[in-house]
């Protein structure tokens, strides 16, 4: 057990990044780095990517995936999606006011080959990289994004989520975007705030009991007041990594991001993986509420 772990179960009961216990919202400091190594030549970025990783709290590389491994993920989510309509599991997420698919969670558990896709040798060297330590899946998803119907996903930070109702203690973890269509400035793509990941938004109202089973749907608890939000924008803009299906976008834990509804004829459908540090293991909710169900929050770290 490193020395960092110890440091961190030490303090678990310590909550850093409190939230949703104020009735007004709070800025709070980074206390975390934002790249955990130190850069050499033998890392897997480049220095210009670690840089703009840390700067700016995302990195965008273009046709990670060849062709052909995209052929297999699309069939996969394709037929996952049909299948999906109608099962009544907890893992399949509706669209609010509807009952079409938004989201599967957990397919690295379920589907070998999304398996094999979280544990990619090239994918992992970057992820380990910039979190400085061996990594697991902390959540996984297809988030589907249908063409005429696909519903915005609000602004938010990840982390202030997995703190307050996971009992993810510190920023040590980041989501891995696949695109499976191209995604485009117009069918609904993936917005971030640059910058935004140095800050974090302490948010106002208690959570709710069994939050997760509408928040999924629609957030509405852990979304950031329209001030801070505004100033976060003004400072650091609104950038859109768009690209070619194939394409990746890593981005931290805590930066601010959401994405708008998609009423182009275009379908946006998306691989998440969000990986957490074996050394930053998730403790009780600092909600002080009973953990969200292990396919929303994998509490296991050998799983």
């Known amino acids: 057990m490193s020395k960092n772990h110890v440091s961190i179960l030490q303090e678990k009961e310590v909550d ?50 060849n062709q052909e491994e995209l052929n297999h993920y699309q069939k996969e989510a394709r037929d996952l999606q049909i299948t999906a ?20 969670f957990a397919i690295h558990e379920s589907n070998p080959i999304f398996n094999k896709l979280s544990q990619d040798p090239k994918l992992l060297g970057i992820i380990e990289y910039l979190l400085g330590s061996e990594t697991y899946i902390h959540q996984s998803r297809i988030n589907y994004k249908p063409g005429f119907t696909g519903k915005e996903f609000y602004w938010h930070s990840d982390f202030e989520t997995w703190h307050v109702e996971d009992g993810m203690p510190r920023m040590r973890a980041l ?46 608890y852990g979304v950031p007041d329209h001030e801070n939000l505004t100033r976060m924008v003004k400072e650091g803009g609104i950038d859109t990594p768009v690209g070619k299906a194939g394409s990746i976008v ?35 909710p600092y909600s002080g509420q009973q953990p969200r169900p292990d396919y929303i929050a994998n509490r296991d770290a050998k799983k």
């Not at 599991?89 to 079409?100: L, N, T």
């Not at 009991?209 to 629609?218: A, E, G, Q, T, V």
Request: net charge negative; with cysteine; glycine share 4%.
């Open 16 to 65: 850093v990044y409190p939230s949703r216990i104020h009735a007004k919202p709070e800025i709070l400091k980074r206390q975390d780095p934002v790249v955990h190594s130190e850069w050499t030549e033998n890392a897997s970025l480049t220095k210009e990517q670690s840089d703009f990783y840390d700067q700016k709290g995302y990195l965008f590389l273009e046709d990670f995936f």
């Open 85 to 104: 309509r109608e099962s009544q599991s907890d893992r399949i997420i509706r669209e609010p006011g509807g009952s079409e698919v938004r989201s599967v």
């Open 175 to 220: 989501s891995c975007s696949i695109a499976l269509e191209d995604n485009f400035h117009y069918n609904g793509p993936l917005m971030v705030v640059p910058g935004s990941h140095k800050e974090y938004v302490s948010c106002v109202g208690k959570t709710p009991d069994n939050h997760f089973k509408d928040s999924l749907r629609k957030q509405e």
């Open 250 to 284: 890593i981005f931290d834990c805590n930066i601010m991001h959401g994405s708008n509804s998609n009423i182009t004829p275009m379908p946006r459908s998306n691989i998440f993986m969000v990986y957490n540090s074996v050394e930053n293991q998730l403790v009780q």
